[in-house]
């Protein structure tokens, strides 16, 4: 996505696109890519992008109470930097995400950086999604340390006591 001064996104064209994966180091033989690749690989970006925003909307709603209406300030491609949360990953075992974004989000006036790590998933036929999205704010302010710490509390709250509740209904 190209960040806008209006209220909505504008994303690349096909050859914008393609310009950038050849800035970042991507090498195409001549059958590689045709150009109705392209078309879909940007349906693909762009479903991404917006679940990925809806992700950086649900951690935002943390601060509903400061700010409505966050918005996209600036984003970045790290696909080479991978953040620590996927290198310990990596240390397990686990497969390494095959790209990286960080995303600075205007907070009605404050800058909040989150981090989004893209993992190979499997494609939903009809919508373009195929990547697994870990979306979550950057490791970089108390808040975003409380953020995190909060949103991992009520997960585990609802995976472990939840399921111990259906157990007890079946008794």
Known sequence: ???????????????????????????????????????HIIKIHNANNE?????VLNWENLH?????????KSFGGKAKYFSPRAQFRGWMGYEMPFDRHDWIIDRCGKEVRYI???????LDPGSHRFALLDVRPALDSFEAVADRIKVAWWRF??????SEAHTQEEH
């Open 116 to 122: 989004i790590d893209y993992y190979d998933g499997e």
């Open 157 to 162: 709250k609802a995976e472990h006591f939840s």
């Open 64 to 72: 509903a109470d400061e700010c409505g209406a966050p918005k996209l």
């Open 1 to 39: 996505a190209v960040v806008s001064t209006q209220s909505t996104w504008v994303y690349p064209s096909q050859q914008m696109f393609f310009n950038a994966l050849l800035r970042k180091g991507w090498e195409f033989g001549p059958e590689d890519i045709k150009a109705d690749d392209m078309a």
């Open 51 to 55: 679940s990925a925003w809806q992700e």
